[in-house]
Each structure stands twice: as structure tokens, then as C-alpha cells.
């Protein structure tokens, strides 16, 4: 049984753990550069008995661009302060309890080893970290700790690794070199041929399909448990450890993927046979078993578009129901409670993210945690009475907290950022809502400007989101910290596209790019211009991907902002699907491909509105995005400067498409000053005017 989401009847809520907010003549603004000092805690796993919390703490080592994480570990009754729990000579991370909590799986790469999964005791006697033969990926225990299963796509084998030219070159291709061992190219027969993150990627015909092994605690020689052309993705073991649940696509091998199917499947352990759990839903993720191996809950849907659910089938085969069916929200992960009475998961809501419960009869949702934050990585002890999860909300980075499930405050455990949030004037966010075209209610955040003064003005920027299937909310931005302690207004919102707001209000957009979504944006300009204070001259916006798309959007459909900056963007789908690893995208949010929506890709392209661009621009991408690639940055820039708009083109080598998240820290703070520096250029500040005003054109 998963332990994860195991949680109560009991609503867990805030309680007063965190420190005051810091905002006195003794703190000074966010700058660029506190990016550095960040500590960043996750993927928190509570031991078997709920003592202990294992979970990974990430730092920035700034003198060699790079992060660092360790595996750390904390007493839930806070007996005692955090200790790191892995070497930190060396990365850590994916922490997994054994049954027992006298061991602790994890993944660490280290010089001279096959493989990167090690274990730790956890007794208080400690010990080295050791490996166990015949284990090549981050395992799951069994429910008796004496097996461990993984995923894995096997070795390389032998004329691989004699001739690794092999993995670049497609074995179906026609044309040959006259010496293949020279040859230091690639050669691709079909689709995909790249991926954000990891750029060139080997042709299709040559990759593995991944099968589940099983190996003995001790270890040994590994169980293949399955074979086949497709692979077995999302393992969870039965209650009984005689079999186990799995995720299975059909569309798997296919060169063009519109949809996928994933599909549940039980294998048996004892005969490695397998049989198909029909459930009459395209898409079938997440299984995990009740506790008494009787029942399957797992995420439902109709497919690409439709509203995901909470599903429960026989494992044996039978009717299925849908547990949220009524339920606006996207339910993740769901799992069982201890009694087997109530189904949990986890769900965005108006810009939070908690947790919610529904029964597992049929019933009513309910939410289980509260507050204006964002809640991640919840872990229940085996007996359900604690959980443990991070908690950030816009003025604190996130920290580790605990709660006993039978309500009653929570406990913070962890206070790695507090020693430089002491000396920072981390600034809160006021919320309110606009009723938007259709009369669609719009959710939007507004942050003081540092040093605000009742009865004085000052610049306002309009930051845009991404996706556009995704949201803002109440987590630390440093961005917006950055924007705010400038002097700015930060206006953030979460127009209709967004999500967390039901699925209605999430595909609103589709087919309808820069539409309605335009007129929110615009509207919660106008909004926070009515609430006093905001100079209207001095407007800028901003937004990165789709957030990059409507703000070259929105500088050719109006010209009330003074200043731009646009980051991975959008300005011509036609180059864009050429080039992008994501045409599914389109597909669906376009009704079709370009050759068959033609005036769609035409008329949602900013480039088609180039002529009325007037803003000055900074235009900010990563020479490895294959998101949205660079090709579109170029071609808005040469645009722009053809036209003597203002513009400047920062191209950041090393990066993919996260760079604003998890690029390269070096680059990631130059980012970020660079955007301070471009608006404080044209805008000016809180305090002080703007270097340059106007936008010249020939």
C-alpha cells in the first residue's frame, strides 16, 4: 500500500510556526543575487513508524554554477534540529523508506559505480552507504521488505558500447557513409528527434522499452517479470506482495502520438502473467491498491482535454466508478486510507495547492488542508496519524512541516531560509478578483511597491504565466520579490487558461489564444490602476512561454506599456512547429496542424501584429530550448530592430526551456538582473525617474 496521501477526516490548517513577516527600516529589498542564499526543500517521506522525515535539501554552490542536494533527516517531534543524512561529497536524492524504516533507498551518482541506487540503515548505529547487486534503478519494497521491484530498459549492449555510433544512427536508414566510425553526425527515419532538456536524442528505432525487475533484499540476479515491445511504467505492489499494479500505453511505439492510451494492468508475481483491468477510460494513470488488495484507485479520463477523475475498479475486473464525477477540480495521485474508507489526493485550487479527500462509497469532496499557500510532497506514516509535506506561500520559500492527521497545529521542522529572509523585506500580496468577459470570475495578486507611500505613484508590471495551463499562486517568487523590492507594483494574475479553477475555465482559451485571455490581462491592469497609486506611464509587462506568446501579444494590440520583456517565446507557430518538441500542443489547442488550421496559426501569431510593436523589448532565451526555440526569438528581434523598435537579444548558452526555474544559477541571477536593470532603464523606480522615456520607430 502507498503510504503517501494516507490522511484523516480532519482538516489540517495553519498554524502560527511560521515567523512574522519581516518588513522594517532594518530589511532591505530582494536583489538578484539572494537567488544564491535560497535553500530549497522537497520530496519529504515520513519513516514507517512517523519519527523520522527523510527529504532533500538543494543549494546553490555559486563559485561552480551548479546546485547541490543531500538526502536530510529530521525528528517529527522536534526533539532535535535537522542533520544531513548523506554524504555531501556527493548528490542525493529520491528518498524510499523500507517497510521496516531500517533502510533507506536512494539515488546518488558516484565515481567507479555501475549504478546509481544506494542504500543507508537508518539504525543509530548508521554505517556506509552500500548497493545491492543486481539493482539498477530506484526500487519500491515490497510490503515485506523482502523484495525489490524497479523499471528499468537494461544494459547497453556489447556492439553498443563497441561502436556507440549506433545509438546516433537509425537502423531502418537508407543512406550510408563509406566509415561509419568517422561519422560524428546523426541520422533520423522518423519522429521525435529532440527533447527540451535533453536536445538530440537517439533515433526511435533504437531505444529500449523499460520492463519491471524484481531482486531479493540481499540481492542477486534480477527477475524480468515483463517483456514485450511497450514498457511498464508506475509499479505499485499489492498489499500481499503476490502482485502488482502497472501502466501500459499501446501508442507507445508510435511515430506520431495525437493521444496516448495508457492502460492498468495486474501482473502476477508468482507466473509473471499479466492481464489488462478494462475501465472504459482512454487515459489511466496512477493505480495504487485499497489495503485490502481488493479494489484499484486510480486517475481517470476521457482523453487529451477531458476532465480528469478519481476511479475505482475491482482488481479482479468490473464495474468502474468515478469517485469525483462532480468535481470541477484535477485530482493527482490518489490514494487509500489506512481503513480502506476514503480515497485522498492532491488538487490546485484558486492558487494553492492541497489536499483533498472523498469516500470511497461515493460521497461529497472534501478539502483536507487550508490556507493561502502552496502544500507538496505529502507523506503519511504508516498508521496515518502524521503527515508530512513543504509549505511555501509568496513570502516564504519552502520549509518542512508536519501535522498529526487528527487535527491541530503543525510543526515546522526546518528554517533553512530564515537567517537571510531576516535581513530581506519580503513583500505579501493582496488578492482580488475581477469579473472577466462572459462574466468568468478572474483571480489576481497585487504586491506593494518597497517603500510604498500612501498618495505617491509608482510603475506597475504586469507578469504573465505560462502554459497556458498552469497558474500563479501563493509560493515565493523570487522574480516578483525582485520586481517589488525595485519599487514596483507586481500584478499577477491567473486569467481563464488557467488551471485550478475547474476544467471549464481551463480550456476556455482553446482555439482562442489572446482573446478573452487578453481582455483578463487587460482588465486586471485596469482594476489595479483604480485602486490609486499606479503611474500609468510607467507600465511595463512581462511573461516567459506561453506568459512569452501574450506579452509579444500584447504589445501589438496595445501600446500602453512602456516596456517589455518577452522570455522563451512565441512569435511565429509556423517556425514554431517546425522546430518545437511539442506540436502536440497546437494540435489540440489549435484544431489541427498548420497545413489544416492555416488561418489559426496565422492569426494567433504575434508576427502577424509586428506592425503596431512599439515597446521596447527585451528579448531573453536559451540557445537549448527546444520548448519553444530560439528560432523565434531571432526572428522577433530582427523584426524589431528592422523597425528601430528598442530592443536587446539575451541569449543564454547551457539552458533549456526552465531556464527562469532550474536553469543554470549563474545564468538564471544574470536573468534576473538583467530584467531589473532593462525596466529600471525606462521605467525608473520607486524613487527614481526613468533613463530613457519613449520608444522611437522609423
Given at each position: 500500500?502507498?503510504?503517501?496521501?494516507?490522511?484523516?477526516?480532519?482538516?489540517?490548517?495553519?498554524?502560527?510556526?511560521?515567523?512574522?513577516?519581516?518588513?522594517?527600516?532594518?530589511?532591505?529589498?530582494?536583489?538578484?543575487?539572494?537567488?544564491?542564499?535560497?535553500?530549497?526543500?522537497?520530496?519529504?517521506?515520513?519513516?514507517?513508524?512517523?519519527?523520522?522525515?527523510?527529504?532533500?535539501?538543494?543549494?546553490?554552490?555559486?563559485?561552480?554554477?551548479?546546485?547541490?542536494?543531500?538526502?536530510?533527516?529530521?525528528?517529527?517531534?522536534?526533539?532535535?534540529?535537522?542533520?544531513?543524512?548523506?554524504?555531501?561529497?556527493?548528490?542525493?536524492?529520491?528518498?524510499?523508506?523500507?517497510?521496516?524504516?531500517?533502510?533507506?533507498?536512494?539515488?546518488?551518482?558516484?565515481?567507479?559505480?555501475?549504478?546509481?541506487?544506494?542504500?543507508?540503515?537508518?539504525?543509530?548505529?548508521?554505517?556506509?552507504?552500500?548497493?545491492?547487486?543486481?539493482?539498477?534503478?530506484?526500487?519500491?519494497?515490497?510490503?515485506?521488505?523482502?523484495?525489490?521491484?524497479?523499471?528499468?530498459?537494461?544494459?547497453?549492449?556489447?556492439?553498443?558500447?563497441?561502436?556507440?555510433?549506433?545509438?546516433?544512427?537509425?537502423?531502418?536508414?537508407?543512406?550510408?557513409?563509406?566509415?561509419?566510425?568517422?561519422?560524428?553526425?546523426?541520422?533520423?527515419?522518423?519522429?521525435?528527434?529532440?527533447?527540451?532538456?535533453?536536445?538530440?536524442?537517439?533515433?526511435?528505432?533504437?531505444?529500449?522499452?523499460?520492463?519491471?525487475?524484481?531482486?531479493?533484499?540481499?540481492?542477486?540476479?534480477?527477475?524480468?517479470?515483463?517483456?514485450?515491445?511497450?514498457?511498464?511504467?508506475?509499479?505499485?505492489?499489492?498489499?500481499?506482495?503476490?502482485?502488482?499494479?502497472?501502466?501500459?500505453?499501446?501508442?507507445?511505439?508510435?511515430?506520431?502520438?495525437?493521444?496516448?492510451?495508457?492502460?492498468?494492468?495486474?501482473?502476477?508475481?508468482?507466473?509473471?502473467?499479466?492481464?489488462?483491468?478494462?475501465?472504459?477510460?482512454?487515459?489511466?494513470?496512477?493505480?495504487?491498491?485499497?489495503?485490502?488488495?481488493?479494489?484499484?484507485?486510480?486517475?481517470?479520463?476521457?482523453?487529451?482535454?477531458?476532465?480528469?477523475?478519481?476511479?475505482?475498479?475491482?482488481?479482479?475486473?468490473?464495474?468502474?466508478?468515478?469517485?469525483?464525477?462532480?468535481?470541477?477540480?484535477?485530482?493527482?495521485?490518489?490514494?487509500?486510507?489506512?481503513?480502506?474508507?476514503?480515497?485522498?489526493?492532491?488538487?490546485?485550487?484558486?492558487?494553492?495547492?492541497?489536499?483533498?479527500?472523498?469516500?470511497?462509497?461515493?460521497?461529497?469532496?472534501?478539502?483536507?488542508?487550508?490556507?493561502?499557500?502552496?502544500?507538496?510532497?505529502?507523506?503519511?506514516?504508516?498508521?496515518?496519524?502524521?503527515?508530512?509535506?513543504?509549505?511555501?506561500?509568496?513570502?516564504?520559500?519552502?520549509?518542512l512541516f508536519v501535522a498529526p492527521t487528527s487535527g491541530g497545529p503543525e510543526k515546522r521542522l526546518t528554517m533553512f531560509n530564515d537567517a537571510w529572509l531576516g535581513q530581506v523585506a519580503a513583500i505579501p500580496a493582496d488578492t482580488f478578483w475581477l469579473s472577466g468577459v462572459g462574466g468568468l470570475k478572474v483571480e489576481c495578486w497585487l504586491m506593494k511597491p518597497y517603500g510604498w507611500q500612501a498618495g505617491r505613484k509608482y510603475p506597475l508590471v504586469l507578469t504573465i504565466h505560462g502554459g497556458p495551463h498552469s497558474n500563479y499562486g501563493n509560493i515565493f517568487f523570487p522574480e516578483f520579490q525582485m520586481l517589488a523590492g525595485q519599487g514596483y507594483w507586481v500584478l499577477f494574475t491567473n486569467p481563464r487558461g488557467s488551471s485550478g479553477?475547474?476544467?471549464?475555465?481551463?480550456?476556455?482559451?482553446?482555439?482562442?489564444?489572446?482573446?478573452?485571455?487578453?481582455?483578463?490581462?487587460?482588465?486586471?491592469?485596469?482594476?489595479?490602476?483604480?485602486?490609486?497609486?499606479?503611474?500609468?506611464?510607467?507600465?511595463?509587462?512581462?511573461?516567459?512561454?506561453?506568459?512569452?506568446?501574450?506579452?509579444?501579444?500584447?504589445?501589438?494590440?496595445?501600446?500602453?506599456?512602456?516596456?517589455?520583456?518577452?522570455?522563451?517565446?512565441?512569435?511565429?507557430?509556423?517556425?514554431?512547429?517546425?522546430?518545437?518538441?511539442?506540436?502536440?500542443?497546437?494540435?489540440?489547442?489549435?484544431?489541427?496542424?498548420?497545413?489544416?488550421?492555416?488561418?489559426?496559426?496565422?492569426?494567433?501569431?504575434?508576427?502577424?501584429?509586428?506592425?503596431?510593436?512599439?515597446?521596447?523589448?527585451?528579448?531573453?532565451?536559451?540557445?537549448?530550448?527546444?520548448?519553444?526555440?530560439?528560432?523565434?526569438?531571432?526572428?522577433?528581434?530582427?523584426?524589431?530592430?528592422?523597425?528601430?523598435?528598442?530592443?536587446?537579444?539575451?541569449?543564454?548558452?547551457?539552458?533549456?526551456?526552465?531556464?527562469?526555474?532550474?536553469?543554470?544559477?549563474?545564468?538564471?541571477?544574470?536573468?534576473?538582473?538583467?530584467?531589473?536593470?532593462?525596466?529600471?532603464?525606462?521605467?525608473?523606480?520607486?524613487?527614481?525617474?526613468?533613463?530613457?522615456?519613449?520608444?522611437?520607430?522609423?
Amino acid at each position: 500500500m502507498n503510504s503517501r496521501w494516507l490522511l484523516p477526516a480532519a482538516v489540517i490548517g495553519l498554524s502560527t510556526a511560521r515567523p512574522p513577516d519581516r518588513l522594517t527600516a532594518q530589511t532591505r529589498p530582494f536583489q538578484a543575487t539572494d537567488y544564491y542564499r535560497m535553500t530549497f526543500v522537497g520530496d519529504p517521506v515520513l519513516s514507517p513508524d512517523g519519527r523520522r522525515a527523510a527529504f532533500t535539501v538543494t543549494t546553490v554552490v555559486e563559485d561552480k554554477d551548479r546546485r547541490h542536494t543531500e538526502i536530510w533527516m529530521a525528528p517529527t517531534d522536534g526533539s532535535a534540529p535537522p542533520y544531513r543524512f548523506t554524504s555531501p561529497s556527493f548528490e542525493a536524492g529520491g528518498p524510499t523508506w523500507s517497510p521496516d524504516g531500517s533502510l533507506l533507498a536512494f539515488t546518488s551518482h558516484r565515481e567507479g559505480a555501475d549504478d546509481d541506487v544506494w542504500f543507508l540503515r537508518t539504525g543509530p548505529f548508521g554505517g556506509e552507504a552500500y548497493q545491492v547487486t543486481g539493482v539498477h534503478a530506484l526500487p519500491a519494497f515490497s510490503p515485506d521488505g523482502r523484495q525489490l521491484l524497479y523499471a528499468w530498459r537494461g544494459k547497453d549492449s556489447d556492439s553498443l558500447k563497441q561502436q556507440p555510433w549506433r545509438e546516433r544512427v537509425s537502423p531502418i536508414a537508407v543512406t550510408r557513409g563509406p566509415d561509419p566510425k568517422r561519422f560524428d553526425g546523426r541520422v533520423y527515419t522518423s519522429l521525435p528527434f529532440l527533447a527540451d532538456e535533453r536536445g538530440l536524442i537517439p533515433p526511435r528505432e533504437t531505444r529500449r522499452p523499460a520492463h519491471l525487475y524484481a531482486v531479493a533484499i540481499d540481492g542477486g540476479t534480477p527477475l524480468q517479470l515483463t517483456d514485450g515491445d511497450l514498457s511498464q511504467t508506475q509499479p505499485a505492489w499489492s498489499p500481499d506482495g503476490k502482485q502488482v499494479a502497472f501502466v501500459q500505453d499501446s501508442t507507445e511505439p508510435d511515430e506520431i502520438r495525437r493521444d496516448v492510451r495508457p492502460q492498468l494492468y495486474v501482473l502476477t508475481i508468482g507466473d509473471k502473467t499479466a492481464r489488462r483491468i478494462e475501465t472504459g477510460f482512454v487515459e489511466n494513470q496512477a493505480p495504487d491498491w485499497s489495503p485490502d488488495g481488493r479494489t484499484l484507485a486510480f486517475v481517470c479520463s476521457k482523453g487529451r482535454g477531458e476532465e480528469n477523475d478519481v476511479c475505482v475498479v475491482p482488481t479482479a475486473g468490473g464495474a468502474v466508478r468515478s469517485l469525483t464525477a462532480t468535481w470541477a477540480l484535477d485530482p493527482q495521485n490518489p490514494s487509500w486510507s489506512p481503513d480502506g474508507k476514503t480515497v485522498y489526493f492532491s488538487a490546485e485550487t484558486h492558487g494553492n495547492v492541497h489536499l483533498f479527500a472523498v469516500p470511497a462509497a461515493g460521497g461529497p469532496v472534501r478539502q483536507v488542508t487550508q490556507g493561502e499557500r502552496t502544500l507538496r510532497g505529502f507523506s503519511l506514516s504508516r498508521d496515518g496519524r502524521t503527515l508530512a509535506y513543504t509549505a511555501s506561500d509568496v513570502t516564504h520559500p519552502a520549509e518542512l512541516f508536519v501535522a498529526p492527521t487528527s487535527g491541530g497545529p503543525e510543526k515546522r521542522l526546518t528554517m533553512f531560509n530564515d537567517a537571510w529572509l531576516g535581513q530581506v523585506a519580503a513583500i505579501p500580496a493582496d488578492t482580488f478578483w475581477l469579473s472577466g468577459v462572459g462574466g468568468l470570475k478572474v483571480e489576481c495578486w497585487l504586491m506593494k511597491p518597497y517603500g510604498w507611500q500612501a498618495g505617491r505613484k509608482y510603475p506597475l508590471v504586469l507578469t504573465i504565466h505560462g502554459g497556458p495551463h498552469s497558474n500563479y499562486g501563493n509560493i515565493f517568487f523570487p522574480e516578483f520579490q525582485m520586481l517589488a523590492g525595485q519599487g514596483y507594483w507586481v500584478l499577477f494574475t491567473n486569467p481563464r487558461g488557467s488551471s485550478g479553477y475547474g476544467h471549464a475555465f481551463t480550456y476556455a482559451t482553446r482555439n482562442r489564444w489572446g482573446m478573452e485571455d487578453y481582455q483578463d490581462l487587460m482588465q486586471a491592469v485596469d482594476a489595479s490602476v483604480a485602486r490609486g497609486g499606479v503611474d500609468t506611464t510607467r507600465l511595463a509587462v512581462l511573461g516567459g512561454s506561453y506568459g512569452g506568446f501574450m506579452t509579444n501579444w500584447v504589445v501589438g494590440h496595445t501600446s500602453r506599456f512602456a516596456v517589455a520583456e518577452t522570455d522563451r517565446s512565441i512569435f511565429n507557430w509556423y517556425s514554431w512547429y517546425g522546430s518545437s518538441d511539442a506540436q502536440g500542443l497546437t494540435d489540440y489547442e489549435f484544431a489541427g496542424e498548420p497545413w489544416g488550421s492555416d488561418s489559426l496559426y496565422r492569426a494567433l501569431s504575434p508576427m502577424t501584429f509586428t506592425k503596431n510593436i512599439r515597446t521596447p523589448m527585451l528579448i531573453v532565451h536559451s540557445e537549448d530550448d527546444r520548448r519553444t526555440p530560439i528560432t523565434n526569438a531571432e526572428q522577433l528581434f530582427v523584426t524589431l530592430r528592422e523597425r528601430g523598435v528598442p530592443a536587446e537579444f539575451v541569449r543564454y548558452p547551457r539552458s533549456f526551456h526552465g531556464l527562469s526555474r532550474t536553469g543554470p544559477p549563474w545564468l538564471l541571477v544574470d536573468r534576473l538582473e538583467r530584467i531589473r536593470t532593462w525596466f529600471a532603464h525606462w521605467l525608473g523606480t520607486g524613487t527614481e525617474p526613468a533613463r530613457a522615456v519613449g520608444a522611437p520607430t522609423r
